[in-house]
């Protein structure tokens, strides 16, 4: 089955600054990679998805990039806001989702 | 937007009693899901549902498990005999075809006791 491992586990980082969490997968067959945003008593909120025909789709602040030879995708958040502070998953479909350990980002004022 | 609902928010119960989880997935979605998280790890795929059964089940979701969809709308989550290790947030998910709006329900805290 599909394995996800995601880096780092935490992140802090300065307000206004980028944030960048990196994931791999082990799947070839995997085809959609959706990144979660978590906040504490919640679902896992998608934020930005990419399929595997796509190497790199952005939405505002949000950016993610798909290298299907490496098995590697990764997520950039820029100009950090104290909003952003959750719980990021990165996640593989192979049918289901297969999700990462998740990585807890703190943007600090 | 429409939304994946989920009840109860939290629910206590005893080792050993039965409970059900319920989810009300969008309402023109055709593929339904469960999954766990145990409190501080990663989301775990428990169980899809198409079609009126079951596609794909972890090793998580063993004979203790079980999933229905008793209308059109509802789609449940039963656990015959709780253990304290069954204690996790409990998430529902359902999608359209594929991955197509791929949405989460807020989750169902269970705790035994």
């Known amino acids: 089955g599909e394995n996800v491992e995601q880096h780092p586990s935490t992140l802090s980082v300065q307000e206004g600054d980028s944030a960048v969490i990196k994931c791999t997968y082990s799947?070839?067959?995997?085809?959609?990679f959706p990144w979660y945003k978590q906040e504490l008593g919640k679902g896992p909120q998608l934020i930005i998805d990419?399929?595997?025909?796509?190497g790199e789709k952005k939405d505002q602040r949000i950016a993610v990039t798909l290298n299907k030879t490496a098995k590697h995708f990764s997520l950039h958040i820029t100009e950090t806001q104290p909003e952003d502070s959750a719980v990021y998953f990165c996640?593989?479909?192979?049918?289901?989702?297969?999700f990462g350990a998740g990585t807890t980002v703190t943007v600090r004022a | 937007e429409p939304e994946v609902t989920q009840t109860p928010s939290h629910q206590v119960t005893q080792m050993g009693q039965e409970v059900i989880l319920r989810c009300v997935p969008i309402s023109n979605h055709l593929y339904f899901y469960w999954y766990r998280q145990i409190l501080g790890q990663k989301v775990e795929f428990l169980v899809s549902f198409y079609n009126n059964e079951i596609s794909e089940k972890s090793e998580i979701f063993d004979d203790q498990f079980s999933v229905e969809r008793p209308d059109g709308s509802n789609f449940t989550l039963k656990i015959r005999s709780t253990k304290l290790e069954d204690s996790a947030m409990y998430f529902c998910?359902?999608?359209?075809?594929?991955?197509?709006?791929?949405?989460f329900g807020s989750g169902t805290r269970l705790t035994v006791v």
């Open positions: 799947d070839s067959a995997s085809n959609y």
């Open positions: 996640a593989a479909n192979d049918y289901k989702l297969s």
């Open positions: 998910a359902s999608s359209g075809q594929g991955v197509d709006g791929y949405t």
């Open positions: 990419i399929r595997s025909n796509v």
